[in-house]
């Protein structure tokens, strides 16, 4: 294959508490993806400490682009461009990603394409699914963003619905820590509830009016710490497995609501989840069952592609490539970028 056939891509990610170098071969093909987390540093302090993040991706990016390269088996002079998380996300954190890819794509004269880190978690989809192809449905879920987004091409977004308050994920998180399990909230409510009822504890499903698709979860919150306000009035111990089983119940059937609205309402044939929250197995299962009555294709990255990792930029940075969509040595990090926006 000559090397017009194959264009390799350095992805970098550090948005946020990951740092992520991986090095994708037209888009689907990972030759490596490396990550290397906070998150035991982070623990101690309950939660992402955006100092301490930047200052632990700039010790890291260099090591963990080596190794990528590395295990990839090229070295930098075998890289045809270099894709870039530039927001949104902690802008110290993005900086950090951002200055290294514009070394990288300066010293070796290849492009440089800033990605959105949405856009990166949408485009996981495509890395295990070499099938799927844009017109679809996606379901972002991740710890700062809930989106229902119409995938139309690729690089072509159109958000249906949003959460108007808390994402899916960081209700998670706030809730795992309410019931004292710590952080990250998510894997470890996903654990306790295997143990609960789901059907213990009626907390609330807000369901927005009008006709947006869009979501709400800071209300479910709120009822979560009622419940263990009035438990501890009481004198009785709120069962965390049944606490943890409920709400996750609840986020669950917020979450598949709009998709069904949205599957009847646009008749879309493809759906994809994506996003920290979607490695979450009773959320994928109910999607799959959704997806099995209304007879859409159902399409979802493995848990490892679902959080931050650098393959997801470098599957959407391609596709940049493609449409000669390349950034300035101008790029900056973007905290509060918006999906569609350049
Ligand atoms: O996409 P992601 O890795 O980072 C962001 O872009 O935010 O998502 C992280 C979020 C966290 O809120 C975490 O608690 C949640 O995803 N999460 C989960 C699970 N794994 C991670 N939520 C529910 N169940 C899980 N298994
Ligand atoms: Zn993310």
Request: proline content about 3%; charged content about 15%.
């Given at each position: 294959m000559n090397r017009k056939e194959e264009i390799r891509i350095l992805a970098v990610e550090s948005s946020c508490d990951e740092t992520g170098a991986a090095v994708v071969v037209n888009g689907r093909d990972v030759r490596s993806n490396l990550i290397s987390s906070q998150i035991a540093l982070h623990t101690i302090y309950g939660g992402v400490v955006p100092e301490i993040a930047s200052r632990k991706h700039i010790e890291k990016i260099n090591q963990v682009i080596a190794a990528a390269l590395d295990e990839a088996g090229m070295t930098l002079d075998d890289i045809d461009a270099v894709g870039v998380t530039y927001g949104p996300g902690l802008v110290g954190a993005l900086l950090v990603g951002v200055a290294e890819a514009k070394a990288i794509s300066y010293a070796k004269k290849i492009p440089l394409i800033g990605v959105h880190h949405i856009e990166g978690h949408i485009c996981a989809n495509y890395i295990e699914n070499p099938g799927l192809k844009p017109p679809f449905l996606c379901l972002v879920a991740s710890g700062g963003h809930t989106h229902l987004v119409r995938v139309s091409g690729y690089g072509s977004y159109e958000i249906l619905g949003r959460t108007l308050d808390d994402a899916a994920g960081e209700a998670f998180d706030k809730v795992a820590r309410a019931i004292g399990l710590g952080y990250p909230g998510g894997p470890k409510i996903e654990k306790a509830a295997r143990q609960g009822r789901p059907d213990a504890i009626p907390f609330p499903r807000a369901h927005v009016a009008g006709d947006a698709y869009n979501f709400?979860?800071?209300?479910?919150?709120s009822a979560v710490l009622n419940y263990l306000n009035s438990c501890q009035m009481k004198g009785i111990t709120a069962v965390q497995e049944d606490v943890a089983a409920s709400f996750q119940q609840a986020v669950i059937d917020v979450l598949t609501a709009n998709v069904k609205r949205a599957f009847e309402e646009t008749g879309v044939k493809q759906f994809a989840i994506a996003g920290g929250v979607a490695s979450n197995t009773a959320l994928r299962q109910a999607m799959k069952e959704l997806c099995g009555q209304y007879q859409v294709a159902f399409y979802h990255p493995s848990p490892v592609l679902c959080t931050d990792n650098a393959a997801m930029i470098?599957?959407?940075?391609?596709?940049?490539?493609?449409?000669?969509?390349?950034?300035?040595?101008?790029?900056?990090?973007?905290?509060?970028?918006k999906l569609g926006e350049r």
């Open positions: 709400s979860f800071s209300g479910m919150k470098g599957a959407a940075a391609y596709y940049d490539y493609l449409a000669g969509r390349f950034a300035g040595l101008d790029l900056n990090a973007v905290p509060n970028l």
